[in-house]
């Protein structure tokens, strides 16, 4: 799979700088019944009742907890079909037809500062649950759950690194929407009454410190604070973040949490402002599409469960120097594979990057040890990748640790013979369950 990573550099099309479009309302959108978190699920509508936007129309259900189910838009539930989730997983979505009148649910409405001021601890759990929050950078881990934490917290650490390459869905939503995020770290510090709050961005991007530091100087004695760190990959890995954004190192297998830090997304913190000011649902999400394999990448706005197809339509369709593409959902070193075009973008789909193929050849290992070098958990890949030739799962779980991997893509991306070893590291996490 991560053949695809080293074809990265080779995209030409950066799309930091395009602003985000409002992507044209798809004719119908998908909603899963069922996620990779929630393997069970039940509808509450049928075929030919009428909806709205943000009404509840299911819930998914989890080995310990349970996700209300909203409608993204407004029309009439068509039919149940079976179709791809991004998770890989063949899934069953409500199909719902876009009556594009954006009629929203009764129970979208302001709350007012005065009515937010007062909103306790609980309350943020109550309405995180209740409009179906998630980690929205792609971790898809229920924001409430973070809210019910019984650890003391200080410092609220907001991801805004989006350290993979080529992604801008993050970095566009910081440039066209700092007051959200900035009204959304204070009321994250207001749930948790810690005292400050960091947000993280990449040294590089001058732009993104220019917008929120500017912003900031709206919130006169607001505890919000700009940090730039490293452009490398993974500093977006939470532990990384941590280390250079905060200067605290978390030690293997313990939560940030019981360290005093809560880490969000910056597009989770977005999704907050919008459930505690609006009482909203993630109905919408920044997406980005990009690679040489597409005619006009693009940064959309776009409805959650519009199909990815429709979305390259939208692109101008595939280019065509190359009929093989490589299509991969999320970034080049984390995100899947896809093996057809026909997926949804669910609410922890950030991007879709589509390449013209071309065919590497795999070779045997060399032993140069780059793979081990570039691991940030300090792991051995290579080591992983010959326990799970020889099905040896007791090294997998004991000596080779394969739990601390976090399926970055970085051994794969610098294996001089081009071996797949993160694939190996995907089903090592498998075998060592
Ligand atoms: S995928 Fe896993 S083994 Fe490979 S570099 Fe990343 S953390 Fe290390
Ligand atoms: S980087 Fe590739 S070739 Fe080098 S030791 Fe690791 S698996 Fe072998």
């Known amino acids: 799979m991560i053949a695809k990573t080293r074809q990265i550099a080779n995209i030409r099309h950066l799309t930091n700088n395009l602003p985000t479009v409002r992507y044209v309302d798809p004719e119908y959108v998908y909603i899963a019944i069922t996620n990779a978190r929630c393997g069970q699920g039940e509808s509450y509508v049928k075929v030919g009742d009428k909806v709205k936007m943000g009404q509840k129309i299911g819930l998914r259900k989890g080995p310990f907890f349970e996700q209300p189910i909203h409608s993204t838009v407004s ?34 409405k302001e709350r007012s500062d005065e009515e937010i001021a007062k909103l306790t601890r609980e309350d943020f759990v109550e309405i995180t649950k209740n409009c179906s929050l998630v980690g929205l950078g792609g971790s898809s881990f229920p924001t409430y759950i973070k809210f019910q934490t ?76 700009v940090k730039r760190v490293g452009n490398y990959y993974p500093q977006g890995w939470e532990i990384e973040m941590i280390k250079t954004g905060l200067g605290v190192k978390v030690p293997a297998g313990v939560l940030p949490a019981k360290l005093g830090i809560m880490v969000f997304n910056v597009s989770t913190i977005a999704g907050l402002w919008r459930a505690i000011k609006w009482n909203e649902p993630v109905m919408k999400r920044n997406f980005t599409c990009t690679g040489d394999g597409v005619k006009i990448p693009t ?48 609410k922890t789909c950030t991007s879709c990057i589509i390449l013209n193929e071309k065919k590497e050849v795999e070779e045997p290992c060399v032993r140069c040890a780059s793979c081990v070098y570039s691991c940030p958990a300090g792991l051995q890949p290579v080591q992983i990748m010959n326990a799970v030739k020889n099905n040896d799962k007791e090294a997998l779980k004991t000596k080779l640790n394969i739990k601390a991997c976090i399926l970055c893509g970085m051994c794969s991306y610098t294996c001089t013979s081009k ?13 060592a369950q």
């Open 419 to 431: 071996i797949h070893l993160t694939d190996y590291c995907r089903k090592a996490k498998k075998m």
């Open 75 to 108: 029309g009439e539930v068509v039919d149940v079909v079976k179709k791809f989730h991004r998770s890989g997983k063949l899934t069953e979505f409500i199909q719902i037809k876009n009556d594009k009148l954006n009629t929203f649910d009764e129970s979208i």
């Open 299 to 346: 940064n959309f706005r776009l409805r959650i469960g519009t199909s990815l197809k429709e979305i390259i339509d939208q692109c101008g369709g595939y280019t065509d120097d190359c009929d093989n593409k490589v299509l991969i959902l999320g970034g080049p070193m984390m995100g899947a594979n896809l093996v057809r075009d026909d997926a949804v973008c669910t």
């Open 150 to 225: 019984t650890d003391p917290i200080d410092t609220i650490c907001i991801n805004g690194v989006e350290c993979e390459p080529y992604l801008s869905a993050d970095h566009r939503l910081i440039m066209e929407h700092p007051r959200r995020i900035i009204q959304g770290c204070l009321y994250a510090q207001q749930a948790f009454n810690a005292k400050k709050v960091v947000i993280c961005i990449k040294k590089k991007y001058q732009d993104l410190y220019d917008t929120l530091t500017a912003e900031l100087t709206r919130f006169p004695g607001a505890s919000v604070y």
